[in-house]
């Protein structure tokens, strides 16, 4: 395309014309396609994109900022395409590109996805680590020149830098560091100091923002109005709701306090019935016969040992009473109070798990529960019912199959887990808004990215045999511990610390060396066994051969019997061809599955 003004208004209307086609369309995406052609510009992209599927890149609203391209483009790779991928290294991928950043950079991510740095928070997006703004990092680094006139302003800018210019994750880590001397303090306070940014401090602009109904002008200063940015204007509601938080729990620290003082003072202190302390009735949570009373502290170390411990509270509808009286109370603890005043939530949550687990044991057994991997989400499958009960329908072929010495439940058993897998598909999504990953139907591990059923441990197998047969052959000095396999050259080993060896027998041979072995000549039969001597043979060594193979076949067997699962996995080894009966042994289990299955299918 010519660069002069009249071809950039030219290929400004082709742009056009293209975004009237495909509507959405990324216009810088269109640009960069106009570059490959001289004539007819808008037919030959429009057949490219119709070759492709109909599938062009598309803009997340129309007329968006490139700021906000870049940010849907890291949205759909961290929180899609690639969950467990590290979200420096994905926006270090799109911020490399100019248009089609999810294409390119998926692109990049599989043809080197041998080198892909991995992130432990899977498929989690936090606002911290999106693109930022030119205004929002200029407005950042005045504000945190002004809440930090004891810090370097180089040294801020260093943070913001470690930190993605987010301005919370910065704004903790300046309040970390100490204020580096008087004078220090006092030069940067004149460097940085100005009407506009002393004024007031930064919990005062967050309590603005914080209260303000719009997103429009905002006081900074008393000379000065700047129009903060959006993402800034939630960062600050962010650090006021922060700091209105702490100074509620000093509050209510101090008015506990105070209250412990003046139930002491009067002597109307109430004693707990599990430590014997004296707490106010307000730290108290009696049993519901109102005879007991226990402290916060007492009743979570009982919760805690009983869900984590040798307690019995996993699956318990009920929390009693732990009054040590001779006489056990009937009483039991209010759970709405443990749960909104006593424990914490995750505490609270691991009781509510344990719940959901005993009164799901029945279904799970039955197999028609689908659970989530990492967090316990379940779901019941309804487009199913269990094994047990069509093979309980099934009694009849079961009988049949008895006389004929047909292991039919095996069948039915294979046929069943196809139309299992039909109907609920490869994975399952978790619809906890706290979790939301990603659990594979077959192996039921987390999908992480590319996923492999059972690659772990096919490894794991495949890397404890293979140690095996070298561990089989290999030989090992015992003066330094340094291990060996011969390739070729004769049968006397000396190893690099000293210790000389014979390969066959291990022998220590430092004195003796090469008298060691045989001198004896064998003219008519090279390489047959001396018949004058016991002794070694000089270059020969008996074969490995078999005890590679014992070694493999032992290492296989203890690494199965270690891991059940794995088994099933593996695929059945055949040596040669297959031979006419085994194709037609096959093809007549396969159709026997064939039936089955359709039928098993339109009975349930």
């Known amino acids: ?48 994109i119709v070759n492709m599927g109909g599938y062009y890149p598309v803009e997340p609203r129309q007329g968006a900022t490139q700021i906000e391209k870049l940010n849907a483009a890291l949205r759909v790779l961290a929180t899609q395409l690639f969950p467990d991928t590290d979200i420096t290294h994905l926006r270090s991928l799109v911020s490399a590109f100019d248009h089609t950043h999810v294409e390119q950079a998926t692109q990049q991510l599989v043809q080197n996805d041998q080198n892909i740095p991995e992130r432990l928070n899977y498929g989690q997006l936090d606002r911290a680590d999106l693109f930022r703004s030119p205004k929002y990092k200029q407005q950042v680094l005045h504000l945190l020149c002004s809440d930090f006139p004891q810090v370097w302003t180089s040294s801020i800018k260093a943070v913001l830098a470690e ?41 005062m602009v967050a309590a603005a923002a ?46 506990w306090q105070l209250n412990q003082d003046e139930y002491t003072a009067h002597g109307q202190a109430i004693v707990c019935d599990c430590c014997f302390g004296d707490y106010p009735f307000e730290q108290l949570v009696f049993c519901t016969q109102g005879t007991h009373s226990f402290c916060h502290g007492c009743l979570t170390h009982y919760v805690t040992e009983g869900l984590f411990g040798q307690g019995n509270l996993r699956g318990a509808t009920r929390f009693p009473c732990i009054a040590s009286d001779a006489d056990p109370c ?53 487009s199913t019912v269990p094994f047990l009960t069509v093979l309980a329908n099934s009694r009849p072929l079961v009988w049949f ?35 939301g990953k990603l659990t594979c139907l077959n192996c039921l591990h987390t999908i992480r990215g590319l996923h492999a059923c059972w690659e772990n441990q096919l490894d794991g197998l495949r890397l404890y045999v293979e140690k095996a047969m070298a561990d089989a ?34 022998k220590d041979i430092g004195k003796e060396s090469y008298a060691h072995f045989c001198d004896h000549f064998r003219g008519e039969r090279p390489g047959a066994p001396c018949d004058q001597c016991n002794k070694c043979d000089l270059y020969k060594t008996d074969p490995e051969d078999h005890a590679v193979q014992q070694a493999a076949a032992r290492a296989r067997r203890e690494y199965l019997n270690t891991h059940p699962d794995v088994a099933p996995q593996l695929p059945i080894a055949a040596i040669g061809p297959k031979s006419r009966l085994d194709c037609i042994g096959e093809w007549t289990h396969e159709s026997v599955l064939w039936v089955l299955q359709h039928s098993m299918d339109w009975l349930i």
């Open 1 to 48: 395309m010519p660069t002069s003004s009249k071809g950039k208004g030219r290929e400004e209307d082709l742009v056009e014309q293209l975004t009237t086609l495909f509507p959405n369309g990324d216009p810088v995406y269109f640009r960069h396609c106009l570059l490959f052609y001289q004539t007819d510009h808008v037919e030959r992209v429009t057949e490219k």
């Open 163 to 203: 930190n993605n210019w987010d301005y919370l994750r910065s704004y903790q880590q300046l309040s970390e560091y100490g204020s580096g001397g008087l004078w220090r303090t006092i030069r940067n306070f004149f460097v940085h100091w100005s009407f506009a940014s002393s004024s007031k401090s930064v919990v």
């Open 210 to 255: 914080a209260n303000s109904h719009g997103h429009g002008n905002h006081h900074h200063g008393s000379t000065s109005t700047i129009d903060l940015d959006p993402d800034l204007i939630e960062d600050l509601g962010v650090l006021h709701q922060k700091h209105t938080t702490l100074q509620i729990q000093s509050d209510r620290q101090m008015a």
């Open 330 to 382: 009937a009483g039991c603890l209010p759970t709405q109070l443990l749960q909104t005043r006593v424990l914490t939530l995750d505490l609270w949550k691991a009781y509510e798990l344990s719940l959901l687990e005993t009164n799901m044991a029945i279904p799970m057994a039955q197999g028609i529960v689908v659970r989530c991997a990492a967090c316990g989400y379940g779901e019941i499958d309804e």
């Open 401 to 435: 199959a008895y006389f004929c010495r047909w292991d039919v439940q095996k069948d039915l058993q294979i046929a069943y887990n196809r139309i299992v897998q039909k109907r609920r598909g490869y994975a399952f999504q978790c619809r906890n808004r706290a979790c």
């Open 473 to 506: 052959v290999k030989r090992t000095c015992p003066m330094c511990n340094l291990s060996f396999q011969k390739s070729d050259g004769c049968n006397k080993i000396v190893c690099k610390c000293g210790y000389a060896m014979c390969y066959v027998c291990r």
